[in-house]
């Protein structure tokens, strides 16, 4: 079982729609998480950071968490075609008080006009 | 306030040889941490360093090297370069304090191997 898992995708939705990409954890210490997006030939970019069960909303994101699942998930509003990307999501976990990172492998979201 | 700057952006070698990637962090930052993403796959931690050492190592030979500076700007070594080492290699920089700390990434360095 991966560490950190995404469906890969590539998820197609209509511009204006809301998209949801879903990550699964496997250490179940794990304490801190994050959405990175990453346009092509880019690197990462910090869009969201969730420590506690429940919601947190910036903007047209949201993140949602859920520790007893061990699911973590994020949504965007209102889609725009500017929002295709990859969609990674990254976990700190508790065996490491340095801030290691352990990424799924994105899932690659497709906002078409 | 500048970001995290990576150098070179691109980078050409042949098997066997040596490479020095460079990584300076973000302003009032001082942990460095590196990554190495392959082709169509999340980051793979490579490891991090926090005055001047090494405090965690991801799975990687000990090809792979590094180093921190005392204005906390890193050197990523890698030696004896394999085609398997082809990939997009990023440098993170972030607060030391705890994991709780999000981490910011540089563009990053492209290297292939030929």
């Known amino acids: 079982q991966k560490e950190v898992e995404q469906n890969s995708g590539p998820l197609s939705v209509p511009e204006g729609a809301i998209a949801s990409l879903n990550c699964t954890y496997s250490?179940?210490?794990?304490?801190?998480f994050f959405w990175y997006r990453q346009y092509s030939g880019k690197s990462p970019e910090l869009i969201m950071s969730?420590?506690?069960?429940g919601d947190k909303e910036d903007g047209r994101f949201t993140a949602q968490l859920n520790k007893a699942s061990q699911y973590v998930s994020l949504l965007i509003r209102d889609s725009q075609p500017s929002d295709s990307a990859t969609y990674l999501c990254?976990?700190?976990?508790?065996?490491?008080?340095?801030?290691?990172?352990?990424f799924g492998q994105g899932t690659t979201l497709q906002v078409k006009p | 306030d500048a970001g995290v700057t990576q150098s070179p952006t691109h980078l050409i070698k042949t098997r066997g040889q040596q490479v020095t990637l460079r990584c300076s962090p973000k302003?009032?930052?001082?942990?460095v941490s590196w990554y190495q993403q392959a082709l169509g796959q999340g980051p793979q931690f490579i490891f991090q360093?926090?005055?001047?050492?090494?405090?965690q190592r991801g799975n990687f030979p000990d090809r792979f090297s590094g180093h921190q500076f005392p204005n906390y700007s890193s050197e990523l070594n890698v030696n004896a370069l394999l085609l398997g080492d082809s990939a997009l290699y990023l440098c993170?920089?972030?607060?030391?304090?705890?994991?709780?700390?999000?981490?910011?990434f540089g563009d990053g360095t492209r290297l292939s191997i030929l």
């Open positions: 250490d179940r210490g794990s304490q801190s």
């Open positions: 990254a976990v700190n976990p508790p065996s490491s008080n340095t801030g290691k990172l352990i």
């Open positions: 969730i420590y506690s069960n």
């Open positions: 302003s009032g930052h001082d942990t």
């Open positions: 360093y926090y005055e001047e050492e090494e405090r």
């Open positions: 993170a920089s972030s607060l030391r304090v705890s994991g709780n700390q999000p981490q910011h």
